[in-house]
T-cell receptor
């Protein structure tokens, strides 16, 4: 998992609450990504960012928001509009966007109570 | 639609035997191909990738993968499995769109179980 940290490791949320997941990298990578992992469904891309102050929606962006104010940081907010937020969330980074090798953080497991 | 298929949800092998985890893809252009491994409640770890050149790619922990363009496959292999290889394995593909590589598309994963 080297170089990418995610916090917290476990997160519990009540319905109707927004929560923010932290992702920090010290690899000096330009590109960062957020994925959602559900059992038997692989990884699905939520948002990605090519560079500071720029980000794009992935395949399942509805109910999520992000910011990229610093190169090292790419926080993900799970809003109350996300209908089924319970999942394992993974952050990744790569030197550049696209076909470059992505390196992953340890993940945050979000549970909605 | 671009897609990656891992046809086996689970692969069971005995320790010391060779293992194969299968991956086929349907994407545009000449894709970049990746294998990642995930241990329980952990992030994904990069194993190996194919961009161009020799069809047999060697990676971490003794794993290798064979690219077959005609069959659009990229199967992961290891000559002798270890119990510690037991984990969830993901194949991922970056399609080529007119000269630029797209974001990774992941398969659904294959659970490898190696028994002593």
């Amino acid at each position: 998992d080297g170089g990418i940290t995610q916090s917290p490791k476990y997160l519990f949320r009540k319905e109707g609450q927004n929560v923010t997941l932290s992702c920090e990298q010290n690899l000096n990578h330009d590109a960062m990504y957020w994925y959602r992992q559900d059992p038997g469904q692989g990884l699905r891309l939520i948002y990605y960012s090519q560079i500071v102050n720029d980000f794009q929606k992935g395949d399942i962006a509805e109910g999520y928001s992000v910011s990229r104010e610093k190169k090292e940081s790419f926080p993900l907010t799970v809003t109350s509009a996300q209908k089924n937020p319970t999942a394992f969330y993974l952050c990744a980074s790569s030197i550049v966007l696209g076909g470059d090798t992505q390196y992953f953080g340890p993940g945050t497991r979000l549970t909605v109570l | 639609a671009q897609s990656v298929a891992q046809p086996e949800d689970q692969v069971n092998v005995a320790e010391g035997n060779p293992l194969t985890v299968k991956c086929t893809y349907s994407v545009s252009g000449n894709p970049y191909l990746f294998w990642y491994v995930q241990y329980p409640n952990r992030g994904l770890q990069f194993l190996l990738k194919y961009i161009t050149g020799d069809n047999l790619v060697k990676g971490s922990y003794g794993f290798e993968a064979e690219f077959n363009k005609s069959q659009t496959s990229f199967h992961l292999k290891k000559p002798s499995a270890l119990v510690s290889d037991s984990a969830l394995y993901f194949c991922a593909v970056s399609p080529n769109y007119g000269g630029s590589q797209g974001n990774l598309i992941f398969g659904k994963g294959t659970k490898l179980s190696v028994k002593p």
